[in-house]
């Protein structure tokens, strides 16, 4: 037999021992769920009082995935989003920096045993967070994807291996609005991006690969958590009268 009747063999075989890493969905869509309407909207009045204390919730489309929670599990519900239970890239310090902000009065975490099955908006998140006693509510989610120099498109599955000079890029956009638990009203939203570029030969395994996300999205939230603090005193200056 011909050495090129082989190339065929050879090539689904070098293929189909190349691992291939699914990359993350995507976020939830804040805005929709925050704002069924115009009239709710403008409809809302703050009630919270200072000091305040914050429930925290991070929250996914309800498709979404990835490799480490496809192996450890972390996410509840079903729905128009799905509540990530697990922390994958917060930090305890992270977090506590905004605890010791002025009139702030804790951070709780929620707890799937106050969520319904059926998640269809924010106002589960606050009628959970409402029943901790907390008044503000700080929701948060991931948008992460992968690019590739050439083409600069969008990649949904990495074929890990393969181009091993091939340079990747991890984008990631961390968001983040807070509302008050009571009635809804929306205090603000926040905002944080960071990128990883990482060649494909070093990545070896989805353990790899998943580990650039991890690392781009830790990068994001180190920076929304430091938009938080000047976005708290600007509310502080305007609502705490």
Same mark, same amino acid.
């Given at each position: 037999?011909?050495?090129?009747?082989?190339?065929?063999?050879? &090539?689904?075989?070098? #293929?189909?021992?190349?691992?291939? *890493?699914?990359?993350?969905?995507? +976020?939830?869509?804040?805005?929709?769920?925050?704002?069924?309407? &115009?009239?709710?909207?403008?409809?809302?009045?703050?009630?919270?009082?200072?000091?305040?204390?914050?429930?925290?919730? +991070?929250?996914?489309?309800?498709? *979404?995935?990835?490799?480490?929670?496809? !192996?450890?599990?972390?996410?509840?519900?079903?729905?128009? *989003?799905?509540?990530?239970?697990?922390? @994958?890239? @917060?930090?305890?310090?992270?977090?506590?920096?905004? =605890?010791?902000?002025? %009139? #702030?009065?804790? $951070?709780?975490? &929620? =707890?799937?045993?106050? $969520?319904?099955?059926?998640? !269809?908006?924010?106002?589960?998140?606050?009628?959970?967070?409402? +029943?901790?006693?907390?008044?503000?509510? /700080?929701?948060?989610?991931?948008?992460? =994807?992968? *690019?590739?120099?050439?083409?600069? %498109?969008? /990649?949904?599955?990495?074929?890990?291996? /393969? =181009?091993?000079?091939?340079?990747?890029?991890?984008?990631?956009?961390?968001?983040?609005?807070?509302?008050?638990?009571?009635?809804?009203?929306?205090?603000?939203? $926040?905002?944080?991006?960071?990128?990883?570029?990482? $060649?494909?030969?070093?990545?070896?395994?989805?353990?790899?690969?998943?580990?650039? !996300?991890?690392?781009?999205?830790?990068?994001?939230?180190?920076?929304?958590?430091?938009?938080?603090?000047?976005?708290?005193? %600007?509310?502080?200056?305007?609502?705490? %009268?």
């Amino acid at each position: 037999m011909k050495l090129f009747h082989l190339l065929p063999f050879a &090539l689904l075989l070098w #293929i189909c021992g190349c691992a291939t *890493y699914v990359t993350p969905g995507h +976020r939830a869509d804040l805005a929709a769920l925050t704002a069924p309407n &115009l009239k709710a909207s403008f409809a809302a009045e703050p009630a919270a009082g200072f000091p305040s204390s914050i429930a925290v919730a +991070r929250i996914q489309a309800s498709d *979404y995935s990835n490799h480490n929670l496809e !192996r450890h599990g972390g996410r509840y519900g079903s729905g128009q *989003y799905t509540f990530i239970t697990t922390r @994958e890239v @917060e930090t305890q310090a992270q977090l506590d920096r905004i =605890s010791t902000l002025p %009139k #702030i009065d804790g $951070l709780i975490g &929620l =707890s799937t045993l106050l $969520l319904p099955q059926e998640l !269809r908006s924010e106002a589960d998140l606050r009628t959970a967070a409402a +029943r901790l006693k907390a008044d503000m509510l /700080l929701i948060y989610t991931f948008q992460t =994807s992968f *690019y590739t120099d050439d083409p600069a %498109k969008t /990649l949904t599955v990495l074929s890990l291996g /393969l =181009s091993p000079n091939q340079k990747v890029k991890v984008a990631v956009t961390a968001s983040a609005i807070l509302v008050d638990v009571r009635t809804g009203f929306v205090y603000g939203a $926040l905002e944080a991006s960071e990128k990883r570029d990482r $060649l494909t030969n070093a990545w070896q395994n989805r353990d790899s690969a998943d580990a650039a !996300r991890r690392e781009a999205e830790k990068a994001a939230f180190e920076k929304l958590i430091g938009e938080f603090a000047g976005f708290w005193s %600007k509310v502080l200056t305007r609502y705490d %009268k």
